[in-house]
T-cell receptor, first 111, second 116 residues
Framework: QKEVEQNSGPLSVPEGAIASLNCTYSDRVSQSFFWYRQYSGKSPELIMSIYSNGDKEDGRFTAQLNKASQYVSLLIRDSQPSDSATYLCAVVMEYGNKLVFGAGTILRVKS | DTGVSQNPRHKITKRGQNVTFRCDPISEHNRLYWYRQTLGQGPEFLTYFQNEAQLEKSRLLSDRFSAERPKGSFSTLEIQRTEQGDSAMYLC??????????????FGPGTRLTVL
């Protein structure tokens, strides 16, 4: 079992729809969770961090964390073609600093 | 530009040659990380510095790889006797300790290595 798992996609949504990206992780003691966006040929760009169970909203983005289910998700409202990218889920597995990444989900927003 | 910078951005080398990459973190960040990313995969952790001390190294970091951060500012990653399997994007990230569970890492643009 991989430590951080994501559906590779591609996930295709029409412009203006809600895109839902999911991530599961294996280590129950994980404390910190991050979503990064990566355009083709570019480096990861931080979108959001989340540490507590529940929802965290930032503009069109909402991160959701459920530690009991070891599940974290990212919702993108009013999806735009410019949101088309690979979305990487990253987890800090224990009290440390190393990020463990999933393989990423490719999102395509069609206009 | 006050973000993380990396040089060179691209490097093409022949198998067996040595290469060295440089990373300059955000100026007030005392933590620096190296990751490697291959096509279709997420970044994989290689090593981590706090100031000049190398605190953690991945098992991925074979003895052909060495990283330094001599004055706690910029860092270098050297790969000796490169192999075709070393072809990847090498990413540097930096962070500053915060009071929360963990600090946030910000990535540089990466160095893309191609080994022929």
């Amino acid at each position: 079992q991989k430590e951080v798992e994501q559906n590779s996609g591609p996930l295709s949504v029409p412009e203006g729809a809600i895109a839902s990206l999911n991530c599961t992780y294996s280590d129950r003691v994980s404390q910190s969770f991050f979503w990064y966006r990566q355009y083709s040929g570019k480096s990861p760009e931080l979108i959001m961090s989340i540490y507590s169970n529940g929802d965290k909203e930032d503009g069109r983005f909402t991160a959701q964390l459920n530690k009991a289910s070891q599940y974290v998700s990212l919702l993108i409202r009013d999806s735009q073609p410019s949101d088309s990218a690979t979305y990487l889920c990253a987890v800090v597995m224990e009290y440390g600093n190393k990020l463990v990444f999933g393989a990423g989900t490719i999102l395509r927003v069609k206009s | 530009d006050t973000g993380v910078s990396q040089n060179p951005r691209h490097k093409i080398t022949k198998r067996g040659q040595n290469v060295t990459f440089r990373c300059d973190p955000i100026s007030e960040h005392n933590r620096l990380y190296w990751y490697r990313q291959t096509l279709g995969q997420g970044p994989e952790f290689l090593t981590y510095f706090q100031n000049e001390a190398q605190l953690e190294k991945s098992r991925l970091l074979s003895d052909r790889f060495s990283a330094e951060r001599p004055k706690g500012s910029f860092s270098t990653l050297e790969i000796q006797r490169t192999e075709q399997g070393d072809s990847a994007m090498y990413l540097c990230a930096s962070s500053f300790p915060v009071a929360g569970p963990t600090d946030t890492q910000y990535f540089g643009p990466g160095t893309r290595l191609t080994v022929l």
